[in-house]
């Protein structure tokens, strides 16, 4: 209970809740492991009786997020802290996934140096290693945990600033469309909308359309679709097969257009895979190798971008840049390849449903500023249109 007593310590209550099955708790939990099985439908003992850890983790992550859950709703949740090996990570990340965006959620974890995404998923969970086993209490866990008593006791006894309420819009944005999006950002900020900003690497898709099913946006600028490119080819920024689908669904307008469709994310240069050895190579950076997009995979990204754009209950406007799609697809850059632009837009014209997606074509690169006031402008003009009817 040395975290417990740390948070208490600094003038913050605490609920403890014990999510383990075979390993008792260290002293006395507010919501005992019985009742977190009983949340997850199995009985403990059964649990115990079984030895099946894997099944026992299934079981305790549904009670534990059912629990959780259910403290939030009654105003008990402040913030959440775990602690944890891999399967206690587990466990605690799909709790906190049961609590929404801005509730502070901090897990203390032997895995945080790794791979994060399996426990952060799509929200704000922040993950601190713990260097040494979370189990015992010696001179540097001492240090770490108080850390993390303090981080979280810091969150959950503060509060966001209060902001004036706005109509949110939801934009994607990567490095080589950050001179659209800002331009067509301001222009939203001065016709008074809120613009929520989601970087392009398969989480911020996700977070994106994650945040779009809630039901808190109003309008969509989908300005870097290059999430599809990876999913596609098997780059690693993937956001998955659902990406585009999320405004098509909510029955909100959506302003889309063909940001970084030219690149795939590999990562360090000896990581990219051996049959693209002979494509058009970009090192970004030492972490980050980008692969341009071939006109056979445009094609078909231009099928599949129109399949998910076809499905709109709600106006939809796709923009085509006609003179390059990013900043290393304009002239004289690396990417630059007006055949393979071509592809990708000749495939979306012709798959594109004209009764459901209006197709705008600019003499433009996508970063030139006016091409990105006319896609702010048209989302303007249909989140306005939406508001009256």
């Not at 307008?253 to 690149?263: E, F």
């Amino acid at each position: 209970m040395f975290l417990r007593e740390r948070i208490e310590g600094a003038g913050v209550a605490t609920i403890v809740l014990d999510a383990g099955v075979f390993e008792a708790l260290t002293g006395q939990a507010d919501l005992s492991n019985e009742e977190v099985a009983r949340a997850g439908g199995v009985p403990l003992q059964e649990l115990i009786d079984g030895r099946d850890r894997g099944a026992a983790m299934d079981v305790m992550m549904k009670g534990a997020a059912a629990l959780l859950g259910g403290l939030h709703r009654e105003g008990r949740v402040a913030g959440v802290i775990g602690l944890g090996g891999s399967a206690g990570t587990t466990i605690g990340t799909y709790a906190m996934q049961a609590l929404p965006i801005g509730v502070p959620k901090l897990m203390v974890s032997t895995v945080a140096s790794g791979n994060t995404r399996p426990y952060v998923g799509e929200k704000d969970i922040a993950m601190m290693y713990s260097v040494v086993d979370v189990s015992g209490i010696n001179r540097l866990s001492a240090s770490i945990l108080s850390n993390a008593a303090h981080a979280i006791a810091g969150m959950a006894a503060g509060s966001p600033p209060r902001l004036e309420d706005k109509p949110l819009v939801a934009a994607t944005m990567f490095g080589v469309t950050t001179p659209c999006v800002t331009a067509a950002r301001e222009y939203l900020e001065r016709s008074g909308y809120e613009v929520l900003v989601f970087h392009a690497t398969g989480s911020g898709g996700r977070a994106m359309e994650a945040l779009i099913d809630s039901g808190f946006i109003a309008g969509v600028l989908d300005v870097t679709t290059t999430e599809w490119c990876d999913e596609l080819v098997g780059g690693e920024l993937s956001a998955g097969p659902q990406r585009l689908e999320a405004a098509a669904r909510a029955g909100i307008p959506q302003v889309v257009s063909t940001g970084a469709l030219d690149m795939v994310n590999f990562g360090p240069w000896d990581t990219v895979p051996e049959k693209f050895a002979g494509r058009n190579l970009y090192r970004h950076n030492a972490t980050i190798t980008l692969m341009r997009t071939d006109a056979e995979e445009n094609l078909r990204l231009g099928e599949i971008i129109a399949a998910k754009l076809n499905r709109s209950r709600a106006s939809c406007a796709m923009f085509l840049p006609l003179h390059g799609v990013s900043l290393l697809d304009a002239e004289g850059q690396p990417f630059h390849g007006p055949d393979e632009d071509a592809a990708l837009f000749f495939s979306l014209k012709q798959h594109l449903d004209p009764t459901r997606v209006e197709i705008i074509e600019m003499e433009n690169n996508l970063n030139d500023e006016a091409f990105a006031l006319a896609m702010a402008e048209r989302l303007v003009e249909l989140m306005r249109q939406a508001a009256v009817h």
